[in-house]
């Protein structure tokens, strides 16, 4: 009995999430990947897309990995209908900074950029970003916070802002193009 091409590709995924812990770690180029979009042609438009999902899920700030995963599409598709309709995506926030003698938080992408602005220093190393911060009584907490996870009234920078601005619902994110 021959395999459909579903069948096919949950094989290949299964071995490729073994290997790689998830199937949304596993590079595009790679060629086991590039047989699972052969196999599941999910980048043409489709009448049964949610895209209304996507951009709720997007608007929260998720990843478009992790969008790619929950609606069962390929990260290039979901990138090819932003880039249609000119959506642009969130970064996750990878720090909280929260000084210990408030309940003020800080959440930013590089440590580097939000001691600079916190401390007014030139700091050129995390490990330098984090001895500083520590020294004028912060304190650190790394992990991947999500827009929508961050509370409103928390500061929060990114790379190209140079300050810090506050969070004020979900459509409060400052993009790039906007500076």
């Known amino acids: 009995m021959e395999m459909t091409n579903y069948q096919q590709a949950l094989i290949l995924i299964k071995k490729l999430e073994k290997r790689f812990g998830s199937i949304t ?3 595009d180029d790679n060629p086991e990947m590039r047989e699972i979009h052969r196999l599941l042609p999910l980048d043409r438009p489709s009448k049964d897309v949610n895209y209304e999902r996507v951009c ?3 608007r929260r700030g998720y ?5 790619a ?3 069962h599409h390929s990260k290039a598709a979901i990138s090819k209908y932003f880039s249609t309709y000119n959506i642009k995506s969130k970064q996750i926030f990878k720090y909280r900074v929260k000084s210990n003698s408030s309940t003020v938080a800080y959440y930013s992408t590089s440590l580097i950029h939000l001691a600079r602005l916190l401390l007014h220093k030139r700091i050129n ?3 330098t970003a984090e001895r500083e911060l520590n ?3 912060f304190s650190i907490k790394t992990s991947f ?3 929508y996870q961050i509370p409103d009234g928390a500061y929060y920078t990114l790379k190209y802002l140079d300050h810090l601005a506050v969070k ?3 459509d409060s994110y400052i993009y790039e193009e906007d500076c």
């Open 25 to 27: 770690n596993v590079p």
């Open 56 to 58: 709720w899920l997007n």
């Open 63 to 67: 990843s478009v990995a992790h969008i």
């Open 69 to 71: 995963q929950v609606t």
């Open 125 to 127: 190393d995390t490990a």
């Open 135 to 137: 020294m004028h009584g």
């Open 145 to 147: 916070y999500i827009w």
């Open 168 to 170: 004020n619902g979900l």
